[in-house]
């Protein structure tokens, strides 16, 4: 009987120690992240319900293998292509503030300069803005995604270590001889261009090409198109949404890359590539890569 007695005891224990050990792991710790505002973000528990109004925060909470929390996206965000079929809130400048809150999204991710957070928030929401404009930015955003999803930071440093190898390898396809080219890379007609200091421009510097916007002028800065003009390039970069009309600029047909009809002018999703700083990073850069090496290789 005794030893039935400490048998049956002993199982209780067990039982208690196992819903004890159950219970603490179950027991969520509280997240607590810093925004590019400098605002601090407090969830109470790993988010479950993710809203993203940037494409390239759309691609990193994919990448990082959490696709399955997005319950909502912005109008721009098409890759991976599950997230296609996710409910549209709007974009950065024109967020659909009801239809976000509709989502009961734990968290909501923006770009810093996304319009509509302060009333996101005022209603309750949670929101982490976030905007990466160089590679350390990408870097720096990367890790934050993954802290605000609860994921060890090792996550995140994995998928910039394959990222920074993809840049790596689109660098050595080029060769010597492609070096010291002069690239202007305009991402929209007004025009705007990716300075040196962007990431796209930190890209063209890691392939060997020269860009034509210095860093003082901003990674993003909106040119006088003279300016391109006296700066003479010898490739020009531009996605096929851009395009029109670049060519027929007042003195542009002076332009060494124009009249040598050195363009690259990159589909939509190929410029959609490039122009997200984001982990599809390396692809971009093979992009740019090839455009170097099919207008200036031997």
């Given at each position: 009987?005794?030893?039935?007695?400490?048998?049956?005891e002993?199982?209780?224990?067990?039982?208690?120690?196992?819903?004890?050990?159950?219970?603490?792991?179950?027991?969520?710790?509280?997240?607590?992240?810093?925004?590019?505002?400098?605002?601090t973000?407090?969830?109470?528990s790993?988010?479950?319900?993710?809203?993203?109004?940037?494409?390239?925060?759309?691609?990193?909470?994919?990448?990082?293998?959490?696709?399955?929390?997005?319950?909502?996206?912005?109008?721009?965000?098409?890759?991976?292509?599950?997230?296609?079929?996710l409910?549209?809130?709007?974009?950065?400048?024109?967020?659909?503030?009801?239809?976000?809150?509709?989502?009961?999204?734990?968290?909501?991710?923006?770009?810093?300069?996304?319009?509509?957070?302060?009333?996101?928030?005022?209603?309750?929401?949670?929101?982490?803005?976030?905007?990466?404009?160089?590679?350390?930015?990408?870097?720096?955003?990367?890790?934050?995604?993954?802290?605000?999803l609860?994921?060890?930071?090792?996550?995140?440093?994995?998928?910039?270590?394959?990222i920074?190898?993809?840049?790596?390898?689109?660098?050595?396809?080029?060769?010597?001889?492609?070096?010291?080219?002069?690239?202007?890379?305009?991402?929209?007609?007004?025009?705007?261009?990716?300075?040196?200091?962007?990431?796209?421009?930190?890209?063209?510097?890691?392939?060997?090409?020269?860009?034509?916007?210095?860093?003082?002028?901003?990674?993003?800065?909106?040119?006088?198109?003279?300016?391109v003009?006296?700066?003479?390039?010898?490739?020009?970069?531009?996605?096929?949404?851009?395009?029109?009309?670049?060519?027929?600029?007042p003195?542009?047909?002076?332009?060494?890359?124009?009249?040598?009809?050195?363009?690259?002018?990159?589909?939509?999703?190929?410029?959609?590539?490039?122009?997200?700083?984001?982990p599809?990073?390396?692809?971009?850069?093979?992009?740019?890569?090839?455009?170097?090496?099919?207008?200036?290789?031997?």
């Open positions: 009987m005794w030893r039935g007695d400490f048998q049956r002993a199982k209780a224990l067990w039982v208690a120690l196992c819903v004890m050990t159950w219970a603490l792991v179950g027991q969520a710790q509280p997240i607590q992240v810093v925004d590019d505002r400098g605002r973000v407090v969830l109470p790993p988010p479950q319900r993710v809203v993203s109004i940037l494409p390239s925060l759309t691609e990193t909470v994919c990448e990082l293998q959490q696709c399955h929390r997005l319950v909502g996206v912005d109008r721009f965000s098409n890759w991976p292509a599950s997230v296609e079929s409910p549209r809130v709007g974009g950065g400048i024109d967020p659909n503030i009801e239809a976000i809150v509709a989502l009961r999204p734990d968290v909501v991710l923006v770009a810093t300069s996304s319009r509509g957070t302060d009333r996101l928030e005022s209603l309750g929401v949670r929101v982490v803005a976030l905007e990466p404009k160089t590679h350390a930015d990408v870097q720096r955003v990367m890790n934050t995604v993954a802290a605000v609860g994921l060890p930071s090792g996550e995140a440093q994995r998928l910039w270590k394959r920074e190898a993809g840049v790596d390898a689109a660098a050595r396809s080029v060769p010597p001889t492609v070096r010291q080219t002069r690239v202007y890379f305009e991402v929209n007609r007004a025009p705007y261009a990716a300075g040196a200091a962007s990431f796209i421009g930190e890209t063209l510097t890691r392939l060997g090409a020269q860009n034509i916007i210095p860093p003082e002028l901003g990674p993003f800065p909106k040119l006088n198109p003279e300016f003009v006296r700066a003479n390039p010898d490739v020009i970069m531009v996605g096929d949404r851009n395009f029109a009309g670049l060519t027929d600029r003195g542009w047909s002076r332009i060494a890359a124009v009249q040598r009809q050195q363009l690259c002018v990159f589909s939509v999703d190929e410029a959609n590539v490039i122009v997200r700083p984001g599809r990073m390396a692809e971009g850069a093979r992009l740019m890569a090839d455009c170097l090496n099919r207008h200036l290789a031997p």
